[in-house]
């Protein structure tokens, strides 16, 4: 099992840039397809982005392609979430998430079960 915490959410004003961090314990990190969902209040939790175990597939909802990049380093334990041209409708927790393969990811549906989630960062973009 893989424990995951997300840091790096704040207050940024429309068209910044935030970065966010999820780091993991665990040996077997690597062996995890990895992702960030975010949450908005009222709606449902969605994919963000995700990236496969040797990070050679990545796949981003189409609301953030081109604003944000997924990357991980395996050698430390750690996903990151490159977030550019913030826009205010990014507002939202978002959270850390482990499962073993992508596709469960880029198939997912509220309510689907991962193996891992993170307490959430809160990420607010002002107007």
């Known amino acids: 099992q893989v424990q995951l915490v997300e840091s790096g959410g704040g207050l940024v004003q429309a068209g910044g840039s935030l970065r966010l961090s999820c780091a993991a314990s665990?040996?077997?990190?690597?062996?995890?397809?990895m992702g960030w969902f975010r949450q908005a209040p009222g709606k449902e939790r969605e994919v963000v982005a995700a990236?496969?175990?040797?990070?050679?597939?990545?796949y981003y909802t189409d609301s953030v392609k081109g604003r944000v990049t997924i990357s991980r380093d395996n050698a430390k334990n750690t996903v990151s979430l490159q977030m550019n041209n913030l826009k205010p409708e990014d507002t939202a927790v978002y959270y850390c998430?482990?499962?073993?393969?992508?596709?469960?990811?880029?198939?997912?549906?509220?309510?689907?079960?991962?193996?891992?989630w993170g307490q959430g960062t809160l990420v607010t973009v002002s107007s």
């Open positions: 665990g040996r077997t990190f690597s062996s995890y397809a």
């Open positions: 990236i496969s175990w040797t990070g050679a597939r990545t």
């Open positions: 998430a482990a499962t073993k393969y992508i596709e469960v990811f880029t198939t997912y549906a509220p309510g689907n079960a991962l193996d891992a």
